[in-house]
């Protein structure tokens, strides 16, 4: 180095020298010398400093671009949060140019919800020491308004003009945190109450979850490596089931089913199962997921649901629900099949009375046990239901192509079946005997009948069977779906016609010996609006049936009263006795005393004069009951008769006990004297059994003198009979009346 170099590097201030200085001065040419070489070390020093200054820019160039092109944003804030220096990157992350960031707060990027955790994080840095680094993950918002999820690095420095800086590193997170949500959803769906299974592309288990150990008892390392149907299969489902669910799965993707599986204890349960191949992007199945929940208990409740709507409980047997169900069907079958089907409706005769008598125990204990032999006597394939009550029905199918044969069978099933029930019972301790009816219908699906009509043309015969006397079978016809229709209509006319008073009372006289009229016997007609006059044995036993009896007899009786109320007023009239027909369901009904008395006293109608006639079948019933009435009538002065008398089974004794006045002897036997020895015979033992128990005895249905003859020879002096008079209007009998009296 040189000495002025040395002397100026020393940095002292070196004071001018004197030219002509002392020895050791330097030469001029020494100084000359010296000066070049300064010079060229100047020379040598400035290109070294350009280098270092063309390095340093390339350095500072270099820097820069590190800095705008990081791949991470960096913002630079200032103590107040405003945003002092932002990269490029970061002015891309927030989608903003950067002069439009720049002086802006750094809290406007900020998601409204993460602000106050980004205030109270900033409060803290600031506070700090300056190398405390801090990281807050935060929502950003571009300027566009999508948001997304930064990762922020942030630290302190100290800054003596601006109070501090902060630095701020900024990375974007939002793929990360979509992947981990995404992951932890997986996690939380795959530990769910189903059970999960995934597997290879060849089946074999690779993972379960929780639920999957806990439905099948097999821990995750017994089951992965291992085939779902050789670990779980019950061996309900065989090798083909599971190759054709192979095939839906390789064909459409999935499979959905249920299907029985084994636990590693062995028990058995039922799973819905759900599998679903899970393809890559070239559409290569990788793997299967399968989910599945045990649905053994739900089945089992099914079933239980199942038994209790379509069961009855008592016996187990079908009910009327099941049993329609398996009509239909069997109608469905048969039109395709072409095959006869049967229908038996079976009724047990007395069950009313069982029940009534010993009690519902023994009642439901025979309803078991009937079921039970139904059971027994017909085929697996046949139905046997329940329809309620004492109501059976049992359903036959594919019984040939000939009704005939369907027909022959039925009912050769029919006689099974009355054979079977006729059987003694044991119903607890109490012997029991019983009886059926049966109706049977034959039906084929080709035919229009529809699952209504078939049972009741089974109940139309069945209630046929019980009119026949019980304990038998009646086949359905057409002629007894006529005679119930007319049934119908006529039961709604008889009410119309007690509406609109379309009834009528006829008289009939009776006579005594030498002709005189005596009495009256009321008779019903019905006055109907287009047939005419109706006779009472078109509709008199319906209306028993139907208890529309109840409502015709207290008219009756009430015009019967009024009858006799009026002929009181007429000389000719006045002691004539009216004679009422009452039926056996109308006395027995608990008010008919009340009745009769109510009738009599509404009109003032003398009681002396009005006698019921009655007819044996009454007595079949409560004989106590019926004892007790006829004296109640007979202390107000109501008199009995006997109607009918000979054609019933009237027990002698019981005969003796009733305050009856007269016996009538039945127009069969009339009408065959004198030329029947038996029809005499009987007759004339009538007249003896009269005399023995002090009764008067009247015959009816005289028609002839013949009749009138030998009645009169062997002691029967009073009659009724067309011979004297046919029933008639009030006003008509009123005439004839007069005219007996003048003859
Ligand atoms: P019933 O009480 O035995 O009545 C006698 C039936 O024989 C009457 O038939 C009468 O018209 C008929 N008759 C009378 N004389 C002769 C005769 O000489 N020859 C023939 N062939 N028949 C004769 P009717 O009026 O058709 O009554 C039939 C049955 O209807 C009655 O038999 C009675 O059981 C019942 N009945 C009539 N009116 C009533 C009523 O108001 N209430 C109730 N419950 N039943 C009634
Ligand atoms: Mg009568
Ligand atoms: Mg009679």
């Given at each position: 180095?040189?000495?002025?170099?040395?002397?100026?590097?020393?940095?002292?201030?070196?004071?001018?020298?004197?030219?002509?200085?002392?020895?050791?001065?330097?030469?001029?040419?020494d100084l000359l010398q010296d000066?070049?070489?300064?010079?060229?070390?100047?020379?040598?020093?400035?290109?070294?400093?350009?280098?270092?200054?063309?390095?340093?820019?390339?350095?500072?160039?270099?820097?820069?671009?590190?800095?705008?092109?990081?791949?991470?944003?960096?913002?630079?804030?200032?103590?107040?949060?405003?945003?002092?220096?932002?990269?490029?990157?970061?002015?891309?992350?927030?989608?903003?140019?950067?002069?439009?960031?720049?002086?802006?707060?750094?809290?406007?990027?900020?998601?409204?919800?993460?602000?106050?955790?980004?205030?109270?994080?900033?409060?803290?840095?600031?506070?700090?020491?300056?190398?405390?680094?801090?990281?807050?993950?935060?929502?950003?918002?571009?300027?566009?308004?999508?948001?997304?999820?930064?990762?922020?690095?942030?630290?302190?420095?100290?800054?003596?003009?601006?109070?501090?800086?902060?630095?701020?590193?900024?990375?974007?997170?939002?793929?990360?945190?979509?992947?981990?949500?995404?992951?932890?959803?997986?996690?939380?769906?795959?530990?769910?109450?189903?059970?999960?299974?995934?597997?290879?592309?060849?089946?074999?288990?690779?993972?379960?979850?929780?639920?999957?150990?806990?439905?099948?008892?097999?821990?995750?390392?017994?089951?992965?490596?291992?085939?779902?149907?050789?670990?779980?299969?019950?061996?309900?489902?065989?090798?083909?089931?599971?190759?054709?669910?192979?095939?839906?799965?390789l064909k459409h993707g999935a499979?959905?089913?249920?299907?029985?599986?084994?636990?590693?204890?062995?028990?058995?349960?039922?799973?819905?199962?759900?599998?679903?191949?899970?393809?890559?992007?070239?559409?290569?199945?990788?793997?299967?997921?399968?989910?599945?929940?045990?649905?053994?208990?739900?089945?089992?409740?099914?079933?239980?649901?199942?038994?209790?709507?379509?069961?009855?409980?008592?016996?187990?047997?079908?009910?009327?629900?099941?049993?329609?169900?398996?009509?239909?069907?069997?109608?469905?079958?048969?039109?395709?099949?072409?095959?006869?089907?049967?229908?038996?409706?079976?009724?047990?005769?007395?069950?009313?009375?069982?029940?009534?008598?010993?009690?519902?125990?023994?009642?439901?204990?025979?309803?078991?046990?009937?079921?039970?032999?139904?059971?027994?006597?017909?085929?697996?394939?046949?139905?046997?239901?329940?329809?309620?009550?004492?109501?059976?029905?049992?359903?036959?199918?594919?019984?040939?192509?000939?009704?005939?044969?369907?027909?022959?069978?039925?009912?050769?099933?029919?006689?099974?079946?009355?054979?079977?029930?006729?059987?003694?019972?044991?119903?607890?301790?109490?012997?029991?005997?019983?009886?059926?009816?049966?109706?049977?219908?034959?039906?084929?699906?080709?035919?229009?009948?529809?699952?209504?009509?078939?049972?009741?043309?089974?109940?139309?015969?069945?209630?046929?069977?019980?009119?026949?006397?019980?304990?038998?079978?009646?086949?359905?016809?057409?002629?007894?779906?006529?005679?119930?229709?007319?049934?119908?209509?006529?039961?709604?006319?008889?009410?119309?016609?007690?509406?609109?008073?379309?009834?009528?009372?006829?008289?009939?006289?009776?006579?005594?010996?030498?002709?005189?009229?005596?009495?009256?016997?009321?008779?019903?007609?019905?006055?109907?609006?287009?047939?005419?006059?109706?006779?009472?044995?078109?509709?008199?036993?319906?209306?028993?049936?139907?208890?529309?009896?109840?409502?015709?007899?207290?008219?009756?009786?009430?015009?019967?009263?009024?009858?006799?109320?009026?002929?009181?007023?007429?000389?000719?009239?006045?002691?004539?006795?009216?004679?009422?027909?009452?039926?056996?369901?109308?006395?027995?009904?608990?008010?008919?005393?009340?009745?009769?008395?109510?009738?009599?006293?509404?009109?003032?109608?003398?009681?002396?004069?009005?006698?019921?006639?009655?007819?044996?079948?009454?007595?079949?019933?409560?004989?106590?009951?019926?004892?007790?009435?006829?004296?109640?009538?007979?202390?107000?002065?109501?008199?009995?008769?006997?109607?009918?008398?000979?054609?019933?089974?009237?027990?002698?004794?019981?005969?003796?006990?009733?305050?009856?006045?007269?016996?009538?002897?039945?127009?069969?036997?009339?009408?065959?004297?004198?030329?029947?020895?038996?029809?005499?015979?009987?007759?004339?033992?009538?007249?003896?059994?009269?005399?023995?128990?002090?009764?008067?005895?009247?015959?009816?249905?005289?028609?002839?003198q013949e009749q009138r003859n030998?009645?009169?020879?062997?002691?029967?002096?009073?009659?009724?009979?067309?011979?004297?008079?046919?029933?008639?209007?009030?006003?008509?009998?009123?005439?004839?009346?007069?005219?007996?009296?003048?003859?």
């Open positions: 180095m040189s000495r002025v170099l040395r002397s100026a590097k020393a940095g002292a201030p070196s004071a001018p020298q004197p030219a002509n200085a002392d020895l050791g001065a330097p030469s001029a040419k000066l070049q070489l300064h010079q060229t070390e100047l020379q040598m020093q400035v290109e070294s400093l350009r280098a270092t200054q063309i390095e340093l820019e390339e350095a500072r160039d270099h820097y820069e671009t590190l800095y705008e092109f990081a791949p991470v944003g960096y913002i630079t804030l200032t103590a107040t949060g405003q945003v002092a220096a932002i990269n490029l990157t970061g002015s891309i992350l927030l989608g903003c140019d950067r002069s439009k960031i720049v002086k802006r707060r750094f809290s406007q990027f900020i998601s409204p919800a993460h602000q106050d955790r980004w205030y109270r994080q900033f409060v803290r840095l600031m506070k700090q020491a300056e190398d405390d680094p801090i990281q807050i993950d935060l929502e950003l918002t571009r300027a566009d308004g999508s948001a997304f999820y930064v990762h922020l690095n942030c630290q302190r420095r100290e800054d003596t003009r601006q109070g501090g800086l902060l630095l701020v590193a900024i990375s974007d997170i939002s793929q990360s945190r979509r992947d981990d949500l995404q992951a932890r959803i997986a996690g939380v769906a795959f530990e769910s109450q189903e059970g999960i299974i995934v597997a290879d592309s060849h089946q074999r288990i690779l993972r379960v979850n929780h639920a999957f150990t806990q439905i099948t008892g097999y821990t995750a390392d017994e089951a992965i490596g291992q085939h779902p149907p050789a670990l779980l299969n019950s061996a309900r489902q065989d090798e083909a089931f599971y190759r054709g669910l192979t095939d839906t799965l499979w959905h089913g249920e299907i029985w599986n084994r636990r590693k204890d062995g028990s058995e349960y039922q799973i819905s199962l759900n599998i679903t191949a899970v393809k890559d992007d070239a559409g290569i199945i990788t793997n299967f997921v399968a989910t599945f929940t045990d649905i053994t208990f739900r089945k089992q409740a099914e079933e239980k649901i199942e038994n209790l709507a379509f069961h009855d409980q008592l016996t187990q047997l079908p009910n009327r629900r099941l049993l329609i169900d398996r009509l239909k069907h069997a109608l469905a079958v048969s039109a395709r099949n072409r095959q006869f089907c049967a229908l038996l409706f079976i009724d047990l005769d007395s069950f009313k009375t069982l029940n009534d008598t010993q009690g519902h125990d023994s009642g439901d204990l025979l309803l078991q046990q009937v079921a039970a032999r139904l059971s027994a006597c017909v085929r697996a394939s046949d139905t046997v239901a329940r329809l309620g009550g004492d109501e059976f029905v049992v359903l036959l199918e594919g019984l040939g192509k000939q009704l005939s044969d369907a027909s022959d069978e039925a009912q050769a099933l029919g006689r099974k079946v009355l054979a079977t029930l006729h059987e003694p019972f044991q119903l607890g301790s109490f012997p029991y005997v019983n009886t059926g009816s049966i109706g049977i219908t034959c039906f084929s699906g080709d035919r229009l009948d529809t699952v209504e009509e078939i049972l009741k043309q089974a109940d139309l015969a069945m209630y046929q069977a019980k009119t026949d006397g019980r304990n038998t079978l009646r086949v359905f016809d057409t002629g007894m779906q006529t005679r119930v229709s007319q049934r119908a209509t006529l039961e709604t006319e008889l009410q119309t016609a007690l509406r609109e008073d379309q009834f009528r009372l006829f008289y009939q006289p009776q006579v005594t010996e030498n002709g005189k009229v005596y009495a009256a016997e009321a008779l019903l007609r019905w006055q109907h609006p287009q047939r005419g006059l109706v006779l009472p044995a078109e509709f008199i036993a319906l209306a028993e049936e139907t208890g529309l009896i109840l409502q015709l007899g207290s008219w009756v009786m009430d015009c019967a009263s009024a009858q006799l109320a009026h002929w009181a007023m007429l000389p000719r009239m006045k002691d004539l006795s009216l004679l009422v027909n009452v039926s056996a369901r109308q006395f027995h009904h608990p008010d008919f005393v009340g009745q009769v008395h109510a009738a009599l006293d509404r009109h003032g109608a003398n009681p002396n004069l009005l006698k019921l006639e009655l007819t044996e079948s009454l007595l079949l019933k409560d004989i106590e009951g019926t004892i007790a009435k006829f004296k109640a009538l007979r202390s107000h002065g109501v008199r009995f008769s006997l109607d009918d008398f000979g054609t019933g089974y009237s027990s002698l004794s019981y005969l003796r006990q009733l305050p009856l006045d007269q016996l009538k002897i039945d127009q069969s036997f009339v009408r065959d004297v004198p030329g029947n020895a038996n029809a005499c015979a009987i007759v004339n033992t009538v007249l003896a059994l009269g005399k023995t128990l002090e009764l008067r005895v009247i015959a009816e249905g005289v028609e002839t030998f009645l009169a020879d062997n002691g029967c002096s009073f009659v009724q009979g067309y011979l004297f008079g046919r029933p008639m209007p009030s006003d008509e009998f009123t005439t004839f009346m007069d005219a007996n009296a003048e003859r």
